[in-house]
């Protein structure tokens, strides 16, 4: 099993910048697939960026393409996110999750396909 703890969230105005963390525990997370999803209030869950296990192949929805990074720290067992250039549209709680097929090259967009999630952390930008 494995435990995902989300980290970094708050209140920060537009334009501002976080970076969140997530903290795996239970079991290395070096050979698979991690995300990053969202949900905001009265709407769905989406997939915000994704990165394979070694860093090589990542993904991005467009809406947050030159604004966001993701990133991982095999070692630390840790992954990050990045946000710069917030806007209002970006409030929401942010899931990391991770995908247990080992070694998959292109991260999965598609929430069903990741096998472990955190609590989330709540980002909030004010206007």
């Known amino acids: 099993q494995v435990q995902l703890v989300e980290s970094g969230g708050g209140l920060v105005q537009a334009g501002g910048s976080l970076r969140l963390s997530c903290a795996a525990s239970g079991r290395t997370i070096s050979n698979y697939a991690m995300g990053w999803f969202r949900q905001a209030p009265g709407k769905e869950r989406e997939s915000v960026a994704a990165?394979?296990?070694?860093?090589?192949?990542?993904y991005y929805t467009d809406s947050v393409k030159g604004r966001f990074t993701i990133s991982r720290d095999n070692a630390k067992n840790t992954m990050y996110l990045q946000m710069n250039s917030l806007k209002p549209e970006d409030t929401a709680n942010y899931y990391c999750?991770?995908?247990?097929?080992?070694?998959?090259?292109?991260?999965?967009?598609?929430?069903?396909?990741?096998?472990?999630w955190g609590q989330g952390t709540q980002v909030t930008v004010s206007s």
């Open positions: 990165v394979n296990w070694n860093g090589g192949s990542t």
């Open positions: 999750a991770a995908d247990a097929m080992e070694r998959r090259w292109y991260p999965p967009q598609n929430s069903y396909a990741y096998d472990y």
